[in-house]
Antibody, heavy 118, light 111 residues
Framework: EVQLVESGGGLVRPGGSLRLSCVAS????????LIWVRQAPGKGLEWVGHIRKKTDGGTADYAASVKGRFTISRDDSNNTLYLQMKSLKTEDTGVYYC?????????WGQGTLVTVSS | QSALTQPASVSGSPGQSITISCTGT?????????VSWYQQRPGKAPRLLIY???HRPSGVSNRFSGSKSGNTASLTISGLQTEDEADYYCLSYTTFSALYVFGTGTKVTVL
């Protein structure tokens, strides 16, 4: 069974930075494309970005709303996915989910709350 | 990239069938067979119901089915049950920068 556990959320001031982590188990992490999705309070889901597996280049793509401010990275040796967030804005407030889009093995973490407020 | 368009709410009585639409463009829904559907209950993470337009993961009830016609994808829930009350989101590959885009979400109410 695939399990994903996010951490690192919290309260941060506008303009600040935060790094989220997502530790995975139950899958061959190095073979996985992984994604980050967020949800503002009372709002819908928003695709933040995804990262390819190393054999597909290991590169990441981002939503226009976060491009240039957020960076997705991975540590295959520790089965960990990261989301580095900089220049945070109040509209970045929400629950952040990591996910493994694996069809039958599709899995999501429980989410971690990020609050950007002064 | 704008979100795909879904009706804000759909309702039905137990046992009935309902259909949720997800309308995009030829650059997303209409151009690729990469449409997924998710169910989200309050306070919970999304759960995959359908991927690649019409494929159902193991463990998902066959009461859920997906299809696509032109720029519109659809999720049908047959034999509606009270446990189906939730928010539903479509997701599609898109040629725009994000590469994937969610729908606006639909709240399903069982009357």
């Amino acid at each position: 069974e695939v399990q994903l556990v996010e951490s690192g959320g919290g309260l941060v001031r506008p303009g600040g930075s935060l790094r989220l982590s997502c530790v995975a188990s139950g899958l061959t992490f190095s073979d996985a494309w992984l994604i980050w999705v967020r949800q503002a309070p009372g709002k819908g889901l928003e695709w933040v970005g995804h990262i390819r597996k190393k054999t597909d280049g290991g590169t990441a793509d981002y939503a226009a709303s976060v491009k240039g401010r957020f960076t997705i990275s991975r540590d295959d040796s520790n089965n960990t996915l990261y989301l580095q967030m900089k220049s945070l804005k109040t509209e970045d407030t929400g629950v952040y989910y990591c996910s493994f889009p694996g069809g039958d093995d599709d899995s999501w973490g429980q989410g971690t709350l990020v609050t950007v407020s002064s | 990239q704008s979100a795909l368009t879904q009706p804000a709410s759909v309702s039905g009585s137990p046992g009935q069938s309902i259909t949720i639409s997800c309308t995009g463009t030829s650059s997303d829904v209409g151009g690729y067979d990469y449409v997924s559907w998710y169910q989200q209950r309050p306070g919970k993470a999304p759960r995959l119901l359908i991927y690649d337009v019409s494929h159902r993961p193991s463990g998902v009830s066959n009461r859920f089915s997906g299809s696509k016609s032109g720029n519109t994808a659809s999720l049908t829930i047959s034999g509606l049950q009270t446990e189906d009350e939730a928010d539903y989101y479509c997701l599609s590959y898109t040629t725009f920068s994000a590469l994937y885009v969610f729908g606006t979400g639909t709240k399903v109410t069982v009357l």
